[in-house]
């Protein structure tokens, strides 16, 4: 079983419909993430948590939500879907431990806002 | 974090080694060289990581330049399943953002 799931891997909504994209770990890390990556692109910082009890914003947070149910699981929603919200979307993971750098991504949500 | 400057694609023939450059002239001695991979819309991979040292696992090999200002990505044997976006990045250990550019895209042919 992979180590880093996403839920859904493909989604296609309408614009203004509310969505939540699923990221679990099985990997015990402390660390969750969610980019974004549009066409040709590198990726973009949307989230980021520490711990269950943390989360800070990123490069690109407008428009979007978290949430950290748990160690394991890291939520992205998008509130209100905008066309310009299409792309591919990624959770990672890392220890808090030496190896912190080190991020395991997970294979992705495809998101089509039409 | 420092700019990496990677050329924008290369071609490798299948069963050679692949050498893929990476610039980063204004990195800082506390910030490490990581390289990750994408292949096709998958997420992306870890590949090495190093600060001063040459690195090598079973991936790849990372050869870094004395005064650190560039680094080489060595692929010993390249496979058709290495073609792939790869990354070079330059970043603080004690921080958290991965910074991706856009990376060169590494075409293996048979």
């Known amino acids: 079983d992979a180590d880093v799931t996403q839920t859904p891997r493909n989604r296609i909504t309408k614009t203004g419909k509310r969505i939540m994209l699923e990221c679990s770990q099985t990997?015990?890390?402390?660390?969750m993430y969610w980019y974004r990556q549009d066409p040709g692109l590198g990726l973009q910082l949307i989230y980021y948590?520490?711990?269950?009890?943390?989360?800070n914003k990123g490069e690109i947070s407008d428009g979007y939500s978290v949430s950290r149910q748990a160690q394991a699981k890291f939520s992205l929603s998008l509130e209100s879907a905008i066309p310009n919200q299409t792309a591919l979307y990624f959770c990672?993971?890392?220890?808090?431990?030496?190896?912190?750098?080190?991020?395991?991504f997970g294979p992705g949500t495809r998101l089509t806002v039409l | 974090d420092a700019k990496t400057t990677q050329p924008t694609s290369m071609d490798c023939a299948e069963g050679r080694a692949a050498n893929l450059p990476c610039n980063h002239s204004?990195?800082?001695?506390?910030?490490?060289v990581y390289w990750y991979r994408q292949i096709h819309s998958q997420g992306p991979q870890y590949i090495i990581h190093?600060?001063?040292n040459n690195e090598t696992n079973e991936m790849a090999s990372l050869i870094i330049t004395e005064d650190r200002k560039s680094s080489t990505l060595i692929l010993p044997h390249a496979t058709l399943r290495d073609t792939a976006v790869y990354y070079c990045?330059?970043?603080?250990?004690?921080?958290?953002?991965?910074?991706f550019g856009a990376g060169t895209t590494v075409t293996v042919r048979a």
């Open positions: 990672a993971t890392s220890d808090s431990g030496l190896a912190a750098d080190t991020q395991y």
């Open positions: 948590s520490f711990d269950v009890k943390d989360i």
């Open positions: 204004t990195i800082s001695g506390n910030e490490y």
């Open positions: 990997k015990g890390h402390d660390r």
């Open positions: 190093g600060l001063k």
């Open positions: 990045i330059a970043y603080f250990r004690s921080d958290y953002k991965l910074s």
